[in-house]
């Protein structure tokens, strides 16, 4: 019955939120603002991230190709899929989830605990409209765009460690990965990404407008948004791997 | 003007209001008095809808509110000013964003009144105006919470609701605000409903009385009415005002 009544809410905010982000006021400051927080702050942390993790995905690999098959020249291009598939979007929306989730979770709570959800209200102003619907929008574009770079950085350090571990060449690097990865691929991490993206305001903000008074529900809604919000993209990753698989040439 | 009948609210299947039944003329200061908890806050916001009663009815100028919703709540809340019992100012705005917010959104205003209203009602709650370009962190707690009384004040609602406006304040500035509620009434006609723990100022101000306790009410009506109840706690409340004086 709990359950259903909290999904029921979770629908509605759904709704509302992406309804929002179509209808005035449109509050341009405030999306700019979101934008900026998403995107533009967020980027170095999830660069180094995914930089490490490339390279760890390349050494490994190339360790254990060497001793099943005695050679690691397909690396470069199993890497490649992975990294656009898998790696690059679900390693850069879990970093953002928990940098953008864990804040907005905190700003919303502490917002509902300190009555100024209430004080929006009275006012007239949909708190879903002020301060779910921008953040729903920066943070799809801004996942999309970090999405993107991720990859890229991603697919740079792999080449980066294939020169000057592996011994190859850029060239040999970007042929090999280009016979395993197309263009397809790079869609689908964009749909992977904004998928994730929007999860992560949903949860952070519908976290924090259930919190419970005091410091420790602000602290309660900050860390249930965050796991949240884990568990939500590595579960989507989940279905929308099964759905695009079904499009992958065999 | 707003009739409360037979209102009951519970959490969880604690019983925070039981059957309460009042009601409050137009232009008239109603103050509620009670210990901590008894559901003095729970009681405004359901006055205003942002909470629902379990049952019961809320008729404001006729109207069951309790049947409203969100949309046609938005009338009533037009009319109606809340001060929290929280500063409830929004933190990434400037005091002036602050107080601007509510004139921008409920009032059609040119910039040059907004102006004017926000600096008359910094001035109603004893305010300078070089606090208006700081962030709600930046200034003190008693300040937030008269920044809070202004910004409700500029809209000039109808009826305004006020939880604990003074608690915190100086004495001084709490003696302002007082005045400035009794002004309003008698002025403006505007209708009161204070939360406070201040049996003294109730006294001073109020047309009537109400005193709950455990979600009922223990005593009301007008003030030498209560003054010569018989209820222990509401002579434990009066106490308190004589201890003050002597
Ligand atoms: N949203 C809520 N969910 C669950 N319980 C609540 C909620 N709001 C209030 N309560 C409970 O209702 C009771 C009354 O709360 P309320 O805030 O109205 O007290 P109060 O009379 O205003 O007290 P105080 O003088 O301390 O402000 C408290 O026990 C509180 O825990
Ligand atoms: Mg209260």
Redesign the pocket.
């Known amino acids: 019955m709990k359950i259903l009544a909290v999904a029921g809410d979770f629908t509605h905010l759904l709704v509302m939120s992406f309804r929002s982000m179509f209808s005035p006021p449109w509050r341009w400051k405030n999306k700019m603002a979101a934008l900026y927080f998403v995107a533009v702050e967020s980027l170095p942390v999830i660069i180094i991230c995914v930089g490490f993790a490339a390279v760890v995905t390349i050494i490994e690999a190339s360790y254990h190709m060497k001793i099943v098959i005695q050679s690691d020249a397909l690396v470069p291009g199993f890497a490649a899929i992975l990294i656009l598939r898998e790696l690059g979007s679900v390693i850069s929306s879990l970093l953002l989830g928990s940098r953008v989730g864990a804040g907005w979770a905190a700003e919303v709570s502490s917002m509902k605990v300190t009555e100024q959800i209430d004080a929006l209200k009275l006012l007239g102003i949909s708190p879903i409209q002020y301060l779910v619907g921008p953040k729903l929008l920066a943070c799809i574009l801004g996942n999309i765009v970090l999405g993107v770079i991720a990859n890229i950085a991603c697919l740079f350090f792999a080449m980066l460690i294939s020169v000057f571990k592996l011994g190859y060449t850029s060239g040999m690097f970007l042929t090999t990965m280009r016979v395993f990865v197309n263009f397809q691929d790079l869609l689908f991490a964009m749909i992977k990404s904004a998928c994730f993206g929007a999860t992560i305001p949903l949860i952070a903000c519908f976290c924090g407008f259930r919190a419970?008074?005091g410091a420790d529900g602000v602290g309660k809604a900050t860390t249930d948004a965050v796991v949240g919000i884990s568990v939500a993209i590595i579960f989507l990753d989940f279905i929308l791997s099964y759905i695009f698989s079904h499009f992958y040439a065999s | 003007m707003i009739k409360y009948t037979n209102i009951k609210k519970s959490?969880?299947g604690?019983t925070?209001l039981n059957d309460i039944s009042f009601s409050v003329a137009e232009g008239e200061i109603v103050f509620i008095l009670?210990t901590?908890?008894?559901?003095?806050?729970?009681?405004l916001k359901n006055t205003v809808g942002l909470?629902k009663p379990d049952s019961g009815e809320i008729l404001f100028q006729g109207t069951d509110i309790v049947q409203l919703n969100e949309e046609q709540l938005l009338e009533i809340r037009k009319q109606c000013g809340m001060i929290f019992?929280h500063p409830a100012l929004f933190d990434s705005l400037t005091v002036r964003e602050n107080l601007a917010f509510g004139l921008k959104r409920l009032k059609k205003l040119n910039d040059d009144d907004i102006e004017q209203l926000i600096k008359q009602s910094l001035e109603d709650v004893n305010l300078s105006l070089d606090i208006l370009e700081k962030k709600p962190s930046e200034i003190s707690y008693g300040m937030q919470k008269r920044v809070s009384i202004a910004r409700t004040l500029a809209i000039h609602p109808q009826v305004l609701l006020f939880?604990?406006p003074t608690t915190g304040l100086d004495p001084v500035t709490t003696t302002a605000i007082n005045q400035l509620i009794y002004t309003l009434s008698r002025k403006h006609k505007i209708t009161s409903i204070v939360?406070s723990?201040d049996m003294g100022c109730a006294i001073d101000i109020a047309d009537k009385i109400i005193v709950?306790d455990k979600g009922n009410i223990i005593e009301q009506g007008s003030v030498t009415e209560v003054q010569k109840s018989q209820v222990p706690l509401v002579k434990d409340f009066m106490l308190e005002v004589s201890n003050d004086i002597s």
């Open positions: 419970k008074s | 959490f969880s604690r925070v009670g901590s908890g008894t559901g003095k806050s729970v009681l909470m019992q939880d604990e939360v723990h709950l």
